[in-house]
């Protein structure tokens, strides 16, 4: 004969079987994050004084250690942007962000002197398509931009010739257009947070 099942075990019991695991889960989680979360603030820092230099166009050691010494030597935070000294001379550093295709997309954008040639961009954060328009973070793609003039206009990919051609990526002529307005506004930026024009 088959022993009655109890309100107790029937109702009770789970939810203080899903309590006692969501508890449990919830402390690993805590601990996780409590133990990790300097770890992933210096980590974070470290990306962005690297998009610095980047955008900046200054040489250093890729390690976070040759990042930080290179950081700390060589750039100097000012009140909405940084500067850079490099061998070629002062240069120019702006945080830029506006929307891509799917969101957000924060970069760093270095200029000489003039503030409208760029030593270089590098990306910050981006949420475009894998494989499509995330290939702004492609090397071959934010290089394009060292020693260009802006305003710019988009070309096919592979075909950058002007000192204002950016070379579109193929797939992504949404994200490419974004891109080159998000870019096309940093002169703009700079020269108002810089020198109040």
């Known amino acids: 004969m088959k022993a009655k099942v109890t309100f107790y075990e029937k109702r ?20 996780l994050y409590l133990t990790t979360q300097d770890r992933t603030i210096a980590n974070e820092l470290s990306f962005t004084r690297r998009a610095i230099l980047d955008a900046g166009g200054l040489a250093y050691t890729p390690t976070t250690e040759g990042i930080e010494k290179a950081y700390l030597e060589k750039v100097t935070v000012e009140d909405g942007y940084y500067t850079a000294q490099s061998s070629d001379g002062l240069r120019y550093i702006l945080p830029v962000q506006g929307p891509g295709l799917w ?24 949420n475009e398509t894998p494989g499509l328009g995330a290939r702004i973070e492609e090397p071959w793609f934010t290089t394009q931009f060292q020693g260009k003039k802006s305003p710019f206009t988009l070309v096919n990919e592979g075909t950058a010739k002007a000192p204002n051609e950016i070379d579109a990526i193929t797939g992504a002529s949404r994200t490419s257009e974004y891109f080159r307005n998000l870019t096309n506004r940093a002169s703009a930026d700079a020269k108002r947070i810089i020198r109040g024009e």
């Open 12 to 31: 009770i019991y789970p939810l203080v079987f899903m309590f006692a695991v969501t508890v449990f889960c919830i402390l690993i989680t805590s601990g």
């Open 103 to 126: 969101g957000t997309i924060a970069i760093m954008v270095g200029f000489e002197k003039d503030l409208t040639t760029f030593s270089g961009l590098a990306i910050v954060s981006q």
